[in-house]
């Protein structure tokens, strides 16, 4: 299951296509909300619950995430990696501090004597807020964090609809409280959490013609 929409079209993409079997690598992507609602179904097998905690119990490795929030935690990384390679002692601890909403944070620490600045600014709003910044000059950000939906991903289109804020807070400190796997290496990292992009070629048919 999946907390984004994007990953259905991510999914379908040829470079998840394994190339030694000629097949799609990835079955079939559910979100969170799709879960939910083929969870209550009537058409479920009546020992699903049973399957499933067997399933859970039965892991031979832990379950583990990375530090940073439940959006994949970028900002925290990057300043992770720049200490790794300043040779400072890792890990860092960072402090993400409210600006304007709980969507708009930023954080800045001293490596080495060097300061670098972050910042995560999740929803359109402030998305857009610090465009306008970095188009005037006035971004002191070395790197910034960014998501569309307001909350992180953990609020993500694909996600179980929310009844207030409360719920949220609770999903944060739930993720928070899974142990943090920040001793891989960095060949380990990039097996595990990295994906390649390119530039796919627009399919050209009577229907995107300009008239």
Not at 18 to 29: A, M, N, R, T, Y
Not at 90 to 101: G, Q, S, W, Y
Not at 129 to 157: L, S
Request: with cysteine; net charge negative.
């Amino acid at each position: 299951a999946v907390v984004s929409t994007q990953s259905t079209g991510e999914a379908s993409r040829p470079d998840f296509i394994s190339e030694e079997h000629g097949v799609p690598e990835i079955d079939l992507v559910l979100s969170t909300a799709e879960a939910f609602d083929l969870w209550n179904t009537d058409d479920l097998p009546e020992n699903i619950n049973e399957s499933f905690d067997s399933v859970r119990t039965n892991l031979t490795y832990p379950i583990r995430t990375l530090s940073g929030g439940g959006s994949g935690g970028f900002a925290f990384r990057v300043l992770q990696h720049v200490a790794k390679h300043l040779n400072e002692p890792i890990p860092l601890t960072v402090t993400f501090n409210k600006l304007r909403n709980k969507d708009l944070t930023e954080a800045s620490v001293t490596i080495q004597g060097n300061e670098f600045n972050v910042a995560k600014a999740y929803g359109f709003r402030n998305i857009q807020n610090i465009i306008q910044k970095i188009k005037r000059g006035r971004c002191k950000y070395d790197y910034i964090e960014v998501m569309a939906c307001p909350g992180g991903c953990v609020n993500g289109g694909g996600q179980i609809k929310l009844e207030d804020a409360s719920e949220l807070e609770a999903i944060n400190e739930l993720y928070a409280s899974v142990a943090a796997n920040d001793t891989q290496t960095e060949v380990e990292c990039e097996g595990n959490f990295t994906t390649s992009y390119h530039a796919v070629e627009k399919a050209t048919s009577a229907l995107s013609s300009q008239w």
